[in-house]
């Protein structure tokens, strides 16, 4: 008789298998539970930009720049229109001319013509003087023999005190004319004198605000207003970028804070630029705007403030503009 073997099912072998599934699957998920993903965070490039502008109002006469033109420090970039400002000018110079005249009078006294006419008058003095003098002395005798009346000597002696007092007079007005003005008209005229020099020098400086000139080396960027349009004072005409001066703002909460330090070195990728420059950490500074914080529980016990990180490229970066966005990996403490 035959005997023939049925094969042996092993209903322990599939739930073998589907427990090893099952520890597998749980070391996978617990290794990817434990790798700490990276922390990224986006900044933006600013650069130094210089905002031009005149100090006084005015239509603008030239534009002597284009957007995106390279300038230098000092280089003309717009002109306003200068009549009103000339006119001023000339009459500050009108101003200083009138009050040096008066000061050189005051200093220099009177025109020699002035002199020589009270000289002549001093000596057409001294000789009625000399007369009244002879003729008293020719009276005091006469009375003395009793030949003239007493009248007649008093009416000599009011003669002669009279020629002695226009003496004395002339004397005195040509001392004043040799001297010249008084110590407090000298100072007067010199202080008028200096107020129009002060006023002319004003008057000037505004003449050279109606030429714009670069504050610094760099490129323009953007040009507000054309030629013939009138521009209000601090109004910026254009703008001018400084190519060397660059740098990188990263908000960061206060909780990420302590996984930067000054003068550290990250890495960022520039968007713009596809490029991966190293960044170094130059300053951590709280942001000014308080709304800015924000709750970390419901019950407000512990508040979370954001912080401006400031990043300077390690190495100058040919392209970089203002406004590209910078991806930080931040290290993982």
Known sequence: MDIQQQP???????LLLAVGFIVVGVGVIGAL???ESPL??????????????????????NVAIREGDEVVAGQELFRLTDREVVSRVGQAQGAVDAAKAQLDMALNGARPEQVAMVERKLEAARSLFNLAEATLNRMRALHADSLIADQELDIAIQKYQAALAGVSAAEAELSMVRTGARSEERRMARGQYDRALQARAEAESYLEETVGLAPATGIVTRVY??????VAAGYPVL???????FWAELNVPETELHLLGVGDTVPGTIRGLDQVVDFQVENLAAMADFANWRAQDDRGTFEVRSFTVTLRPA?????LRPGMTVQFVLPQS
């Open 33 to 35: 539970a434990f790798h």
């Open 239 to 245: 703008s001018i970028l400084d190519p060397s001066d």
């Open 225 to 230: 207003a054309d030629v013939g349009e009138l």
């Open 8 to 14: 042996i099912f092993d209903h322990g072998r599939p």
């Open 315 to 319: 190495e100058p970066v040919a392209g």
């Open 40 to 61: 990224v965070r986006t900044g933006m490039i600013e650069a130094t930009e210089y905002d031009v502008a005149s100090k006084i109002p005015g239509r603008i006469s």
